[in-house]
């Protein structure tokens, strides 16, 4: 099948034309978002297959027991009925022509043109344009502008629709509709179970007379316009809408009246008066100096590498609510509906960095998220029989807890749903969760916000001391049961990474508690500090053995070897599934994603690199990367062992993650968060060799042949660096040039000022 997908630039896409197969790979591509809200890029005609949705950070709701808690799909803003001379606007029924729709990632504006005829000689050209506010987070304006070679009579019908739901699970009451002031359509309602109020406001402003009719349903309320249109005149109808809900910061119960029914009316009436131009200019200057805050530019053979960052730099922004730290991000961002919005350990190793060394205020947030949900991880580890606190492999609210369902996809052996294990067993969370917040403080130096992780520290420290068992036969304490990051092993005993990941946790706590004993005898007790002391010291790491492969588990290294090429020549993902259920893939030596790969990335000072060589050799065979975690964490690897060129390709499969112009499926439930952040990292810490480590700058830069120059700036102890690099030198220069700066080039110290050029 030709595809309709079209790469423009390195930060345009186009949909070529209209193929209703494929609508909601399109949905989740050019989904626009600015943290508060994020909406699914539907199209204003209903056509069966798309998928129509909008999220908004914090607002959960459980539809019944049966099911877990998830982010709600709200009521409908933009769906918007054409009807010319009485014939309907649908590209199934007329064949449109020139169709295009084309969304900018540098100011999230999508702009959807076409000429439609009726088959009797009147053509209509018909142009969309969209975008979601970064300038004013509770707003979107969407302009629709018509104009016919005939004279004819236009009706638009458009409002507010609340029979949207999440694939059946219908999260908001009937609530209150009204039409205000002969032109404001709001609906104030509720989540079922939550019972969080939400509020949608919208008003249709026309640059042509009109006459109009209002319609109110079961969960809808609609106002059509009528509208004569002479030859070659121009009708634009733009629609302001305007969101807002009982999570918003600003929104206390006591004013709950006027924060959902009078401001957003007041609020309607002021910016319904701005044009969609002067409305879009505000925001595009909002996304401008998130840019302009980060710049990277990729000179490369193919745009499309740089395409793929832009693409994912835009949707990590338009997906995480960083401004607010009650929120985090969900797996598919607010995208669609995969993964119900739940956080994962994808925020703190995959995406927690982009935000760390790019914007370290909203990692800060991101990281406030853990602190504030301490207590609920706390209950989650008394509940599970452990002492301190377990951060949920799956959350939601700051106060939820567990979250992970308890079933996933079909078991191909029973033929009833696979149980799914992560929740109570994918334990390595709560050593991700430490590490990300601790890797914050080593790279932004921000040493003041120690204080305030503390607690969350020892806590998770705690949490694995009382998880490790001792093992009397061997003397040492393990962790067993678990599930780790290669989650093609459930039920296993010293899984390398989570073991690794336990040990730096408590060691983190020791040295914080040792640093300020004060402050730490108060938050731990004294039996719990001795228990700490005793696994830091006697918890089993899996070493490497004779052929310095180190083993992911007590099991693994014994378990069958099976040929995986029919797996891996595809570009489906979880193909193995159709052949084998999950006990027996647990029984086989196959890989979903990078597990002791990820370790020695995120240690790599514990590992030699001939260990790092030998683990590559034996595991990367046998990983199917069936999660969209792994080629990132696999590419980093390649570059600390020179294999530029596989790492490159490994860059660039990442494409077919979510931009791939052949599987058009792969986004339908929305794209996929961590491996936006995975695709940074591949650029700035791959390929650009950046780390900050604890106070020290170091480069170590490796540019693949198909790149001629790579361009990025980096923020380090108050100081902007820009950083040039082409394949055989680097030139740094300093924004302030009176103070010295001293890096790791390439395993050398350097010091300059203002600017240097190095050679490698
Ligand atoms: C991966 C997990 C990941 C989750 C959400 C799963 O398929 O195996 O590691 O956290 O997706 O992205």
Known sequence: MVSNLRYISSSQIEEIFFNEAVLPKFESLMAQGNGYLEVRNSLEESYRTGSRGMFVAGVFNQYSNQEVIELANFPDLLATSIKVNGQIVDLKLNVAQGYSRKIDYKTGETIRHFYWSDGKGLDLEITFKRFVSMANQHLIVNQISLQANQACQLEIESGINGQITNSGSQHFEEGEKRYHQDQYLQLVTETSNTRIPISLNCVHRLNQKSTKRITMNRRQLKEMHSVNLSANQCLDYTKYCLVFTGRDIDYTENSAESY???????????????????????????WSAIWQNAPIKITAADFKDE??????????????????????????????????GHTFWDTEIFILPYFTYNYPQSAKHLIEYRIQSLAAAQKNAQANGFQGAQYPWESAWLTDGEVTPKFGGIDIVSGKPTPVLTGDLEHHVTGDVVFGAAEYISITGDASFKAEILPMVIQCAIFWSTRAAWNETKQRYEINEVIGPDEYTEHVNNNAYTNYMAKYTIDLALEYIHADSDMAEMMISKSAYQRLMAVSSQLYLPIPNETQVIPQDDTFLSKPIIDLRKY????????????????????????????????LLLFPEKFSKEVKLANWNYYYPKTLHDSSLSKSSHCNLALMLDEVETAYELFRSNFVIDLSDRNMNSSNDGVHAASL??????????????????????????????????EYMVKFKQQKINVVITHNQVALSCDDNNSEIELVFMNQKVKFQDTITLYY
């Not at 480069?699 to 042949?705: D, R, V």
């Open 677 to 710: 952040g995975g695709i940074w990292q591949n650029v700035i810490l791959g390929f650009g060799g950046l780390r900050i480590h604890e106070n020290q700058l170091s480069l170590t830069p490796k540019l693949p042949k198909n790149w001629d120059k790579l």
């Open 307 to 340: 395409l793929m960052l832009n693409f994912a730099r835009y949707h990590l922004h338009a997906m995480s609510p960083v401004h607010d730290s009650r929120m985090n991000i969900g797996a598919k961002g607010m995208t669609g509906e995969g993964y119900k």
């Open 568 to 599: 891996l020549e595809t570009e489906e993902v979880l193909t193995i599934l159709g052949d084998y259920n999950m006990s027996q893939i647990n029984n086989l030596q196959v890989l979903k994603q990078a597990d002791v790969v990820l370790l």
């Open 260 to 286: 959902l029914r009078e401001m957003p009316l007041e609020m309607l009436s002021e910016v319904s008066q701005k044009s969609y131009e002067a409305l879009f200019q505000a925001s595009k200057e909002k």
